[in-house]
C-alpha cells in the first residue's frame, strides 16, 4: 500500500493527474485542479497519497496536506461518494472550509460542486455531520451547553438577525477566538464585516 511520494514531477495533464518519478518509477496520481497547480514539471514534490484499489484497477491520488488526505477517506467512506466526486469536493472547498461547510448546513456552498445537486447537498449534509469533526464552530441552541460554541451560535444567529450571509459570518468568525464571550465576539464580528463592505 502506497502512503505517500516524494519525487519529481515528470509533467501534468490536463485531467487532473501528475506523473511523478520516485526512484526511476513514474507513478501517475490523480489531484484536485488546486495540487494540480503546485506541481512544475521538473520541480521536486511531497504527496501524501491514498492508493485506491478496486477490482478492475488502482489508482492514485495525492494531497499536499495530510488533512486533505483524511477528508478524502472520510468523504470516499460515506455513503453515495466515490473518488471522482470526493475529489470534486476538495478540489472546490478545502478540509476546513469543508467542515464550516457542515457545521453551519451551508447548502448552497455545496453545491458549487461539480455533479452535487441540491437533493444530494442535504444528503451530504446529514452523512458528513457524523463523520467530520466538527469545530467549535458548530452552533448550538441558546441555553446548551456552556462555553465557546453556545457564544459562537448565540454570535451566529445574532449576525444573521442583522441580514449578514452564512459566508461572510463563516468567514468573521473563523478569525475570532472561540473561547471570548458572545459579546465580545458579536462586537469584534461586526468590526470585521464593517471593514470588509467598507
Avoid at 161 to 181: F, K, M, N, V
Amino acid at each position: 500500500m502506497i502512503g505517500s511520494l516524494r519525487g519529481t514531477v515528470l509533467e501534468r495533464t490536463d485531467e487532473s493527474t501528475a506523473l511523478v518519478e520516485v526512484g526511476g518509477v513514474g507513478y501517475l496520481v490523480a489531484v484536485t485542479p488546486r495540487t494540480l497547480a503546485e506541481l512544475e514539471p521538473g520541480s521536486s514534490a511531497f504527496l501524501y497519497v491514498h492508493h485506491h484499489i478496486r477490482e478492475d484497477a488502482q489508482t492514485l491520488f495525492g494531497f499536499l496536506s495530510r488533512d486533505e488526505r483524511t477528508t478524502f477517506q472520510v468523504l470516499i467512506n460515506t455513503h453515495g461518494i466515490g473518488p471522482a466526486l470526493a475529489l470534486a469536493i476538495l478540489g472546490t472547498h478545502s478540509p476546513s472550509a469543508l467542515v464550516d461547510i457542515v457545521a453551519t448546513s451551508d447548502l448552497g456552498a455545496l453545491t458549487l460542486v461539480p455533479g452535487v445537486g441540491k437533493k444530494t447537498a442535504e444528503r451530504l449534509l446529514v452523512e458528513l455531520r457524523n463523520r467530520l469533526n466538527l469545530p467549535m464552530l458548530d452552533p448550538l441552541p441558546v441555553g446548551g451547553a456552556s462555553g465557546g460554541s453556545t457564544a459562537i451560535g448565540d454570535v451566529r444567529e445574532a449576525l444573521t438577525g442583522l441580514g449578514y450571509g452564512q459566508e461572510e459570518i463563516r468567514d468573521a468568525l473563523r478569525d475570532l477566538p472561540s473561547s471570548a464571550d458572545a459579546a465580545t465576539l458579536l462586537r469584534d464580528a461586526l468590526k470585521l464585516l464593517g471593514a470588509k463592505r467598507a
